[in-house]
């Protein structure tokens, strides 16, 4: 009983913690892995990674993102706001050079699941995860159709040149931050001034949450513990930024103002673009990660800044987007 009590004492609470789930897909480099598992099968791959065990991996286009965010910790030890969490297919064996690459990178992650070729996204709601970020697009798409939270990455990773601990996430809005009611009045019309008269008539009906709002709810609630230090101590420097890029304009701008006004948020820059190509803005804002639904506006953005496809809503109905 004594060994039960201190299990119980010991319970670590992820509830009020913006909990990421990470594949190592996304935190490392596994072309070459890959290549080697796809072309020589399951023990070649196996011997190769025990083999290169010692051999860290390098990052991968999340690996920045992370970084930051745990950063973030060492301002409130005694809160420890982030927690990342590797979901892996791996068995222990194989994921054991990616728990080592974690070390050698000096990353505050501990806690991890292997798989061994399950989907580790029916794992997220065990440890509150408000976000699952992999390279595995087969994965991704059925984590959202279970409506869990989830992105795949895409491109390579990115030389970090800025010395700074500041992190900077931006976001789209219809249908990431909120659901895809307006996409799918779109696509119904195909006309973008009956769209403009809806969103205007429904500019005070704030949207219904999409796929990552809770996670923008968490990463606003860092934002307020950082305001809240920074009035009590002017020496100290915020590091989270949260911008949304809009395909949106005006008329339609203000029901995006509306329902961020109603969730309690305030975001820090909001580019309303009304048909200007993102990437352009992307390329000054440099943030460290990027979020879109439509791979339309992310095949440019990819070559500028690590990005992130949430494969939710209308645009993305049978594999399309």
Request: no cysteine; charged share 30%; hydrophobic share 40%.
């Amino acid at each position: 009983m004594g060994d039960v009590s201190f299990l119980r004492n010991m319970a670590y609470d992820l509830q009020e913690k913006l909990v990421i789930g990470i594949a190592s897909s996304a935190l490392f480099d596994l072309s070459e892995s890959d290549k080697i598992f796809r072309e020589k099968g399951t023990p070649v791959y196996r011997q190769y990674q025990r083999d290169n065990q010692d051999r860290p991996l390098r990052p991968g286009v999340a690996f920045s993102f992370i970084r930051r965010l745990l950063s973030i910790n060492n301002d409130f030890t005694e809160l420890h706001p982030v927690e990342v969490i590797l979901l892996s297919r791996n068995d222990p064996d194989t994921g054991l050079r990616v728990m080592k690459s974690i070390e050698h990178h000096k990353l505050d992650i501990s806690r991890a699941v292997f798989l061994r070729g399950n989907p580790p996204y029916i794992y997220m709601p065990a440890f509150n995860v408000s976000l699952f970020l992999s390279g595995d697009e087969k994965n991704v798409r059925e984590a959202i159709m279970n409506d869990y939270p989830a992105g795949q990455v895409l491109g390579q990773a990115f030389e970090e040149l800025d010395e700074t601990d500041e992190l900077r996430i931006a976001f789209d809005f219809d249908g990431v931050l909120a659901d895809d009611e307006a996409e799918q009045v779109f696509a119904e019309t195909g006309d973008l001034k009956a769209f403009q008269t809806i969103e205007k008539a429904k500019s005070a009906e704030p949207h219904h949450p999409g796929p990552l709002k809770d996670l923008l709810d968490k990463v606003a609630k860092i934002q307020k513990m950082e305001e809240d230090r920074a009035a009590a101590d002017t020496s100290y420097q915020r590091k989270v930024r949260i911008a949304i890029l809009t395909a949106r304009n005006a008329p339609s701008h203000e029901r995006v103002v509306t329902s961020l006004r109603a969730w309690g948020i305030n975001v820090d820059e909001t580019f309303f673009l009304g048909g200007v190509e993102k990437r352009k803005v992307l390329e000054i804002l440099k943030p460290h990660i990027f979020f879109d639904d439509q791979r339309i506006h992310l095949d440019p953005s990819k070559g500028v800044v690590p990005s992130v496809h949430v494969p939710f809503g209308i645009r993305n109905i049978g594999g399309k987007s």
